[in-house]
């Protein structure tokens, strides 16, 4: 009996495990914090460390850690709603295409929730008015079921980063975007003689098996330019409606570039091949894919972390009775002076001594002295005009009583009140 105690006990080990795999694994969540590190140029990577307690890539197990230590925040990686979407449904994700934390187009304590709830814990509300105004309201929850049983020393705004870091992380996972088929754990793959689930497919093998490493894959140029071209069309929008497009462009794809190319027509019916066998042409994709969404997810975060950054600075100020007058937006990086004056020094080399070339070493150099380019959103004057239409009907109201005291000989203006009375 002991024996099968212990096997048993092994077993929903191993099943417990297998449930609570984490979005991308440690090791593509390690990718995309090495690329969102890119991008805290700086004192901003000092801020993250500090604000976090620690540095980006050493939560690479966070999700993994937390859903071990308090299963009911499993939830929180996923998305939900009721009723659930389909690869058919009309208008894709959310209620009809309506994605808001309303218990129908997204429920409340799923992956679109949490990190709108993540996110306003950081956010300055008076920076929030200055951003358009989203077409549909967010429905960001005054609180998260997931985190009821969450003591609260884990329940804290470093805590809430690492979340935060992570679910921006899993947003990027297809799966995580669809009910369906139990998020991919209910179909099986048969590749190079293995078999998985769907789901530990492309949360395990896949950013183990990458086409490129990060290393030498992914240049800072190539990063640096791609995030030029989005950064910008982020920086006009509040982050909890990024998250709303970022899902909804994410659940697009797990349709047409995950399940479209397993779904066979049968006499019956058409449906979702299981168990199938994986061609290399599509695994060709899918590793692209993966790594596509691994490296824009990298970029994202490490937009969101920057304008975490903004917002504190304005919550600082107004804790020193200060108001700033613009928000700053990172919408790329830049060569430094010192970045600068290093390529023009490498430039004039090569010109003066003819084929001589700058080497990788010198040029990766080059690369890393870098800084954010920032764009200076001025801040709307309405609470200042709202203030001097105060002050343009008290402060003459005030000095009229103040006269008024005067002549009448001044005294107590409480009893002076009564005697009117």
Not at 147 to 163: E, H, R
Not at 200 to 207: A, V
Not at 278 to 301: C, M, N, T
Request: aromatic letters at 10%; one cysteine or more.
């Amino acid at each position: 009996m002991g024996r099968a105690l212990h096997v048993g006990l092994a077993l929903v080990g191993v099943t417990l495990h297998w449930r609570i795999a984490g979005a991308w694994s440690p090791t593509g969540h390690d990718r995309i914090a090495r690329i969102a590190e890119h991008f805290l140029v700086g004192k901003h990577k000092d801020q993250i460390r500090t604000m976090m307690h620690s540095d980006l890539p050493d939560i690479e197990k966070y999700e993994e850690i937390m859903t071990q230590k308090y299963p009911a925040t499993d939830a929180l990686h996923w998305h939900r709603q009721d009723p659930e979407w389909t690869c058919g449904s009309k208008g894709g994700l959310g209620d009809r295409g309506h994605i808001r934390c309303d218990g129908h187009g997204a429920a409340h304590g799923s992956l679109f929730c949490a990190l709108a709830y993540f996110f306003e814990h950081f956010a300055h509300d008076a920076l929030l008015k200055e951003y358009p105004q989203p077409k549909e309201p967010i429905g960001t929850p005054e609180h998260l079921y997931a985190l009821k049983k969450v003591p609260a020393k884990d329940q804290n705004s470093a805590t809430f980063l690492k979340w935060l870091v992570i679910l921006v992380g899993d947003m990027h996972q297809p799966l995580h975007w669809l009910h369906e088929h139990d998020y991919g754990r209910g179909v099986k793959i048969r590749y190079k003689d293995e078999e998985f689930t769907l789901l530990s497919f492309w949360e395990t093998y896949l950013p183990s098996h990458l086409t490129t490493k990060l290393e030498t894959g992914v240049q800072p140029s190539i990063l640096d330019k791609d995030f030029d071209q989005h950064a910008k069309s982020w920086s006009h929008k509040v982050p909890t409606e990024l998250f709303r497009d970022w899902g909804k462009e994410i659940a697009e794809r797990v349709c047409s570039e995950v399940y479209a190319p397993m779904t066979v027509n049968h006499a019956d019916g058409t449906r979702v091949e299981s168990p199938f066998t994986l061609p290399d042409d599509l695994f060709d994709k899918w590793a692209k894919l993966a790594e596509e969404l691994i490296q824009l997810s990298g970029e994202r975060l490490g937009f969101i972390l920057n304008d975490i950054i903004e917002h504190k600075r304005h919550k600082d100020a107004v804790k020193d009775g200060r108001s700033l007058p613009s928000k700053k937006k990172a919408v790329g990086l830049e060569r430094s002076l010192l970045g600068e004056t290093m390529a023009k020094f490498a430039a004039e080399t090569a010109r003066k001594t003819p084929g001589a070339k700058i080497s990788a070493e010198h040029n990766d150099f080059i690369q890393r002295y870098k800084s954010l380019k920032i764009e200076h959103h001025r801040r709307s004057s309405y609470a200042g005009l709202y203030n001097l239409g105060i002050a343009a009907f008290l402060v003459p109201g005030l000095l009229f009583a103040f006269s008024w005291h005067e002549r009448i000989g001044g005294g107590d203006l409480l009893r002076l009140a009564k005697i009117k009375m």
